[in-house]
């Protein structure tokens, strides 16, 4: 028996860009001399010396105006404050550090068919792939015993469209200055509830001068009524977070049905040698696939890449790119 229900219309609207992340250390002797106190929209914060701030007691007592203009501070733009959700701006406000400047590269979306063909997914080719994907739509549903009907083509919110994007926040050196320290996340958003709601995978890799210190993460589904009211939020958490390799960190998002925004991010906080690294490319690359089936599709990590077990269902990989030392 399928564990879906299936919607009405069809879509696979990806938008992945950006990058972003966040870790927290102590600040040396050098940068407490030079911080300041500034006020920003009625907070008091510490600026340090290399456009950092010192971490926020209870962020989450502050209004949306006020996170929104601190995490402007700290190179933070609009887009980003209305894409970040609530609980990971209170995160960063914590962990403080600021936002580094980055690309997003080598995007490849993939869906992979009931009969186990890839299909690299282009804007030439969308409404072909939407064409098929409609197909093993009605296969799976006579499968599952459902009667749906299906409308295909650009522009149509079936499941809700996916969007994801990489971010990159400097955290400071550690306390001897040999290391930098950077947080690395990858978030995702379903605007509405996925058409299938199995086992997703998300994850992410990096380079080989670069050590994973721990890894955090969430998913939330926020609910609204028919006017589009918030009416809650609930929390379910990356399920078999795999921290075994050297090289990367997996998790499984487990996706529940409920009708909602399905929201939630992966984090690992990196440290990085100073010597040799200054100046030159940071990398990492992140990687999230939605299983169609209750066959699975399981990430396995590469450097700097990922393989996908040959199962239906959408992949998403890009590559998230920094200057190592520099935030500006």
């Not at 409308?151 to 955290?171: K, P």
């Amino acid at each position: 028996m399928f564990k879906s229900k299936i919607s009405r219309s069809l879509v696979t609207a990806v938008a992945l860009f950006s990058i972003f992340q966040t870790t927290c250390l102590a600040d040396s002797p050098f940068d407490q001399k030079k911080s300041k106190i500034v006020n920003v929209s009625d907070v008091s914060i510490t600026l340090l010396s290399d456009g950092r701030i010192k971490g926020l007691d209870k962020p989450e007592k502050l209004s949306k105006t006020q996170k929104a203009e601190i995490l402007k501070v700290i190179r933070f733009t609009e887009d980003d404050v209305a894409q970040i959700p609530d609980e990971l701006q209170n995160q960063l406000l914590k962990e403080g550090g600021v936002k580094v400047e980055t690309t997003a590269s080598d995007l490849i979306h993939t869906y992979t068919d009931l009969n186990g063909q890839d299909h690299i997914v282009t804007d030439n080719n969308q409404e072909e792939i939407d064409a098929i994907k409609a197909n093993d739509m009605k296969t799976l549903a006579a499968q599952s015993g459902e009667i749906t009907t299906f409308e295909t083509g650009l522009g149509s919110v079936q499941e809700g469209s996916f969007s994801a994007r990489g971010y990159v926040t400097y955290l400071g050196k550690s306390s001897n200055g040999i290391e930098y320290n950077y947080s690395y996340k990858t978030m995702f958003t379903w605007s509405a509830r996925p058409a299938w709601y199995f086992e997703d995978k998300i994850a992410q890799t990096w380079q080989g001068n670069t050590t994973s210190t721990n890894t955090i993460g969430e998913y939330k589904v926020n609910t609204f009524s028919s006017s589009g009211n918030p009416t809650g939020t609930y929390y379910y958490g990356l399920k078999d977070v795999d921290r075994s390799s050297v090289s990367g960190t997996t998790a499984t998002v487990d996706i529940v049905y409920l009708d909602g925004q399905h929201v939630g991010w992966l984090q690992d906080n990196v440290k990085i040698p100073v010597g040799g690294n200054e100046g030159t490319t940071g990398q990492f690359a992140s990687a999230y696939a939605h299983s169609w089936t209750n066959n699975l599709i399981d990430i396995i990590l590469q450097n700097l890449g990922f393989q996908f077990e040959s199962a239906p269902g959408d992949k998403w990989t890009w590559r998230n790119s920094y200057i190592i030392g520099q935030w500006y």
